[in-house]
């Protein structure tokens, strides 16, 4: 057997590695003839020598066939994955799917927990009283075909080899490498068979990448891979400099999805949703742009994606009634507190991160992987760059366990909130399109 | 307790670490609270983004206080530590201790074990019949009082944290930093009481740096660690673009050291190890450099030196007829044969490498650490750069197990060097001092 030394150490040295040696690294790696010590030194020579366009590919690939893949062909429907690179306030998964469905296509939904800032759609799903998400490949294709969405848990079984090594740069400080994760995300939607891939790469203080600049830079590694594989796929960079709903939680989260489906809502999550929706049409059926937006508002505003809610809740074991009464279904935090503006000025940037971390702070999310989270708490915050604030006026609430949580929480957004005097240009909602 | 992860989070984005940071983490490794993984991330960080002197000195200062320190003071005698960076045909430990003995200094060198196309020096005294190198502190301190010198195991108590990393960074192909070989050579040497520490620090095709440059730059690297230390300290970069004695073996090695003693071997063995004598003597006593080389060869062709060889062997156990009948007392190799060379020319470059691992394919070294050597086999190789060779002449013996072993070793070594037509001149013994 080659010495699979020798492999770190020509990417140490900075040459190009071959298919076939990382084919050999990674393989190694999951047969654990590579340990981890080895493997993270090649992580960071990775991270800090580059990958080339082609040893991403092979990456990527060799991860998608670590494990199981799921075909999502033969449903009669066509098959939309939706991924967004995590941010705050991030609902739109939740208002896509059923969206989509309405619109005659199908999304199979593979979705991971919170982890950090980030809320997890799964955690957020599973504040709904009794609804499933541990739903077998079966279940999936059974579902998607009947409604036409279903949202569920990654299987473990699928691309292995990304759970090791995600799980591996986040002990050794080798996250953030755009090859490293462009790889990660993609192998995951690589292994799903679907007809388009949609990719909200999101940019700001409340997104992994900071600037739109680099997070154009991960979109087109994504989208190189997909083009690698032959997979057709499309993505946005979009607006994370501030939260991009107003809900930061799991049921106050599902609350405001539903509030955008039942259109009682509009804003900027409601808006990406019809953006997305709509490019899933444009990109599968050659609708125009124009068109394919009236039809997803007309989906949203005629109620046939609020339906679509319904029933994925119903098949997922959820309490339908969720739809039509979200307070009353969803649990409720025992301590509900207004925040108000502690000073006057327009509203000239966010530290979405920050209120993100707010509301791990009141349980609602996890540090560590495993750690459990409390559904009902978050934080509502309703201003949005260059709104005018007026000092003592309601800018939103927080929902806590007890009062000095909430507290705590009221301070930390009041602080992550930064006022000026002058006039602010708002930024915008989508960047770029690629 | 800080995540220790932010550590290497900060090497791998370029910046320059606290002594309280390098500390924290290495304390951590040597407790088990940073991972293998995570210290593998770091060494590779530390490999690409460099360390600078101070970050280099930190490192070394707590690798030291991470173990047992061993005093040589209080003995009468100037104490000296000698050390090599490791090269073929390296007898010059052997040489060296019983001279500097002789010239009223005193000499504890703790070594190591071969690895690789490397002999180590206890390899090699261990083919001396009896001859134990487990000494403890108490014995070595005694020794070198009584004698002048002692070779010994380094043990495993002095600077424990740089074994643990040293087996990291070969297994995890992070060996190849200047910052880390300086750190790890000089641990060791810091973590000995002594008042000079002389440098071999070898460069060419039998050493691990390739360039007299590069052995420069590693140079200077532990030349700055003994000065932030306040330790006298003096290096010099040697020839290794061929083995520097002729013997590449153990008990060869062995043989070959007794014949320069003895005086009835001339040559770069010889010659190298005057020089670092009379540079001990220049360094500690002041003296001018002939007056301290003449000394030297006078405790050689004098016999002085031959005799403290003979009552270190004594006092280590060893058979001390050995310096008068190296033959009779030495394990011999049941096959003997010669080399012939294999075309005409002048000898123009050797790959002194592929010699050492020629001898360790013959059994007298290691691939692995805990493999068994040979102490009988070897190679005796005589050309050096710049000779003129006949098709069919002589040029050395290997000592083998088998005949098979016998003539594998011989191709390899013919192969390893390269006959051209004009004449060539030979590369310097000595780069430079400083």
Not at 86 to 102: R, S, Y
Not at 283 to 312: F, K, P, V, Y
Not at 325 to 330: A, I, K, M, N, Q
Request: proline letters at 5%; hydrophobic letters at 45%.
């Amino acid at each position: 057997m080659k010495d699979l030394r020798t492999i770190v150490a020509a990417k140490r040295d900075g040459k190009t590695l071959s298919e076939a040696e990382i084919r050999a690294f990674v393989e190694g790696y999951s047969k654990g003839d590579v340990s981890d010590a080895l493997a993270a030194a090649f992580l960071m020579a990775c991270l800090l020598r580059g990958l080339e366009a082609q040893e991403t590919l092979a990456l990527t690939k060799t991860m998608v066939e670590s494990g199981e893949t799921l075909s999502l062909s033969g449903l009669g429907r066509t098959a939309v994955d939706k991924h967004s690179t995590g941010g705050v306030a991030d609902g739109v998964t939740l208002v896509f799917a059923p969206l989509a469905a309405a619109l005659g296509l199908a999304v199979a939904k593979l979705s991971g927990r919170g982890l950090g800032h980030t809320g997890g759609t799964l955690d957020k799903l599973e504040s709904i009283p009794g609804l499933r998400t541990d739903l077998t490949p079966e279940e999936i294709r059974r579902q998607v075909g009947e409604v036409g969405c279903a949202v569920a848990a990654q299987s473990p079984n699928l691309v292995p080899a990304d759970g090791a090594l995600y799980a591996l740069r986040d002990a050794t400080a080798t996250v953030p490498s755009v090859p490293l994760i462009a790889a990660s995300v993609m192998s995951k939607k690589l292994a799903v068979g679907t007809d388009l891939i949609l990719l909200d790469v999101k940019a700001g203080s409340g997104a992994f990448m900071k600037t739109p600049e680099d997070a154009r830079e991960l979109a087109e590694a994504c989208l190189a891979l997909a083009s690698g594989c032959g997979r057709k796929a499309s993505a946005a960079v979009t607006d994370m400099s501030q939260p991009l709903g107003d809900a930061v939680g799991n049921a106050l989260d599902v609350a405001e999805a539903i509030a955008v489906l039942r259109g009682e809502t509009g804003g900027r999550l409601r808006e990406l949703s019809l953006l997305f929706a709509a490019r899933a049409l444009e990109q599968t059926n050659d609708a125009g742009h124009e068109e394919a937006l009236a039809q997803a508002a007309e989906a949203i505003d005629g109620g046939a994606a609020l339906e679509r809610l319904r029933s994925m809740v119903q098949a997922q074991g959820g309490d339908p009634r969720v739809v039509d009464d979200p307070e009353g279904v969803l649990p409720r935090a025992p301590v509900r507190e207004h925040m108000l503006a502690d000073g006057s000025g327009v509203l000239a940037a966010v530290d979405a991160e920050e209120i993100g971390l707010a509301s791990v702070g009141l349980g609602a999310g996890r540090i560590r992987k495993g750690d459990p989270v409390d559904p009902s708490v978050g934080i509502v915050v309703h201003p949005k760059i260059g709104d005018r604030l007026e000092a003592g006026e309601p800018v939103g609430e927080v929902h806590a366990r007890d009062h000095d949580g909430a507290a705590e929480a009221a301070r930390r957004v009041l602080a992550a909130m930064n006022l000026v005097d002058g006039p602010v240009q708002p930024p915008p909602l989508v960047h770029s399109w690629m």
